[in-house]
């Protein structure tokens, strides 16, 4: 899951990643990861690396997603792509903030 803070305007750009809970920074990413391995599940957050968007034009956008997250007490790194993601029509709701 990639969560992207962006501000006014989605705009292709590299977006370093926010640390869990940050609700000071303009701008950033977050990632979150999950996968299994036979019957066991893991799930990690990104804790280092970076976003890079890329806006094709037809409404849709492609992104790269690398860094490092720690699962338990190994570290795992993570390189992913993701292509012709439609970005998705405004709508009239209130946008969702992190509450502590």
Do not use: H, K, N
């Not at 391995?37 to 409404?59: H, M």
């Amino acid at each position: 899951m990639v969560l992207l803070r962006y501000g006014d305007t989605l705009a292709a750009a590299s977006y370093s990643l926010l640390s869990p809970g940050d609700s000071v920074a303009g701008r950033g990413a977050a990632v979150a990861v999950r996968f299994v391995t036979g019957t066991q599940e893991y799930g990690f957050a990104l804790d280092s690396g970076a976003v890079a968007l890329a806006l094709d034009g037809r409404d849709a956008l492609d992104a790269r997603v690398s860094g490092w997250g720690l699962e338990g007490t190994v570290r795992i790194g993570l390189d992913a792509t993701y292509e012709d993601l439609p970005i998705p029509v405004p709508s009239d709701t209130v946008p969702c903030r992190f509450q502590t």
